[in-house]
C-alpha cells in the first residue's frame, strides 16, 4: 500500500489523550515508588509494615514498563490513521483494549499492595495476571495490523520497527513464563537462561516501538521520507532486531555456556546504541530553519536523548567486559545503566513523541508553553545526570568493599552518603518529570475543541474513540 500522511486532523486524539493520561499516570506513580524506595535505603523502616522495598520495587518497575509501552501504543494510535489515511479497523477495540489494560494494572498493583507475589523479574505479580496482559494486547494488534494492512516491501522503517514490537512482546511474554513448567524450573542453568533471554528481548521489544515512534516524527519534522526509508535507517532497524534475538547474553556471564555465545552477545550489545546516536546526530545535522513550530520541543528532547545514549553506550560497554561485569553485576552500576536507558534515553524520547502529538493537535497551546517545558527539562536532565553519578558512586563503593573482604554493615555504612545523594537527586527528577507531565496534562485536557474552535460531530466522537474518556 502507499503510505501518507493525509491532511491535518486532531479527530483520533481522544483515543491518545487516554491512553497517555494512563501512561502519565503509570509513570508519575511509579517514580513516586522509585522515591520511596530511595528513602528505605537511608532509613529501612520507613512504611516498612504499609510497603515494604520488597513490595515497592517490583512495583516500581512493573509501572515504569507500563508508562514505556502505554504512552507508545497511544502515539501509534494517534500516528495510525495519518500514515495510511483512513480510520482505524476496529473503533470498539480502542474501549476494550483500554478497559482491559487499566483492569490488569489495577489487578497487579492489587497484587504487590497486598503481598501476593509469583513471577519473576519484570513480571513479579502472579502468573496467571500474565494470561490477563496479553490478552489486553489483543486489540491493540488487530487494530495496528489490520489497520495498517502493511506491504513490508515499500513500507518505512517505523513501520517495521512497530510491527516486530508487537510481535515479540506476544513472545517474550509468553517466553517469560516457561518457568512454570518443570522442563525448565528443575534445570537451573536452562532455567536463568531462558529466562533472560526472555527479559532481554522484552526491553528490545519496547525499544522497537520507541525508536520506531522517534523515527516517525523525525521524518515528519524535517519533511524528510528519506529518513525513514534509507539504508542507515534500516540497517539501525535489523541490528535492533539483531539486539533483541541476541543481546540477553551478557546477562547470563555466571552460567555456563560456550564462549563464543558470550562474545557475539557482547559485541551486538554494543552496537544498538551507537547506531541510533548516529541516526539522530545526522538528523539534527539535517534540520533546518524550516522546523514546524512544534518541531523545536521534540528536537530539544531528541537532543537530551541523543546525549544519554553516547554516556550510557561508554557505561553499557564497560560493564559488559566480562571480567568488570564479575565486579559490576549486582551493583548499583547496573542500576545506574537502567535508569540511564530508561529515563535518559526511553522516556526523553516518548516526550519527544508525545509533545510532537500535542503539538499537532494542540499547537498554539504548546507554543505558550514552550518555556515552561524548556525550563523543566533543563531541571530534570540535571537532576538525572546527579541520580546518575550517584548511583555509580555507591556501585564503586559496594565494589572496593567486596575486594577489601569489608562486612555488609560497612559496605553500607560508606555508601550512605552515596544513598542521600540519589534520594535527593530522585526527588528532584520527580519534580522536574511532575512538571513535564502537568505541562502536558493541561494540554491534553484543555479542550473539547480543537484551536480553530471547530467542534467534533457526533460521527468523529464515535469513530475517534472520544466516548474513552
Known sequence: MKYFSPPHSTSNFPVARAFLLLAFSYLLF???????????????????????????RPLHVYLVISWIFTSAQGAIYYFLPRVTGRNLF????????FILQLSVSLLIIGAFFSGHFG?????????????????????F????????KPDYRKAPVYIWSWSTGIFFFFITVSESYLWLFDHFNKQI????????????????????LVYGAAMFIMEKITNDKR?????????????????????????????????????VAYVISMTELLLLGHIIWKWKKSLTATKNKYGNISYR??????????????????????????????????????????????????????????????????????????????????????????????????????????????????SLPWFRGFAASGLLLLAGIVALVSTAVAVLLHSRKNETGRKFNKREVKRSGRHLI
Not at 119 to 139: A, D, K, T
Not at 141 to 148: D, S
Open 189 to 208: 542453568i536452562r532455567d536463568i537462561t531462558i529466562q533472560w533471554k526472555a527479559l532481554g528481548s522484552m526491553v528490545g521489544s519496547w525499544n522497537m
Open 141 to 148: 494488534a488487530i487494530n495496528f495490523f489490520c489497520t495498517l
Open 227 to 263: 529518513i525513514s526509508h534509507n539504508r542507515i535507517s534500516f540497517a539501525f532497524y535489523f541490528l535492533g532486531l539483531t539486539n533483541l534475538l541476541f543481546n540477553w547474553g551478557h546477562h547470563t556471564y555466571i552460567v555456563p555456556a560456550a564462549p563464543w555465545v558470550q562474545t
Open 301 to 414: 528532547f531528541l537532543s537530551v536523548a541523543d546525549g544519554w545514549i553516547f554516556l550510557n553506550l561508554t557505561l553499557a560497554i564497560l560493564i559488559s567486559v566480562p571480567s568488570l561485569n564479575y565486579y559490576t553485576h549486582g551493583t548499583h552500576i547496573t542500576v545506574a545503566h537502567a535508569m540511564g536507558a530508561t529515563i535518559g534515553i526511553n522516556t526523553m524520547l516518548l516526550f519527544a513523541v508525545i509533545f510532537y502529538v500535542l503539538g499537532d493537535a494542540r499547537p498554539l497551546l504548546l507554543q505558550r508553553k514552550e518555556r515552561l517545558i524548556n525550563r523543566s527539562l533543563t531541571l530534570t536532565n540535571i537532576a538525572l545526570y546527579l541520580f546518575w553519578f550517584a548511583l555509580l558512586g555507591s556501585g564503586l563503593v559496594k565494589i572496593a568493599g567486596k575486594l577489601n573482604n569489608n562486612s555488609f554493615y560497612k559496605i553500607m555504612d560508606q
Open 30 to 56: 511509579g517514580l513516586l515508588l522509585g522515591c520511596i524506595g530511595s528513602f528505605q535505603y537511608l532509613w529501612p523502616s520507613f512504611l516498612k509494615n504499609k510497603l515494604s522495598f520488597q513490595q515497592s
Open 90 to 97: 476496529w473503533p470498539g477495540g480502542l474501549k476494550i483494549h
Open 119 to 139: 513471577g519473576r523479574e519484570y513480571l513479579e505479580f502472579p502468573p496467571w495476571l500474565g494470561i490477563l496482559l496479553l490478552l489486553s494486547w489483543l486489540p
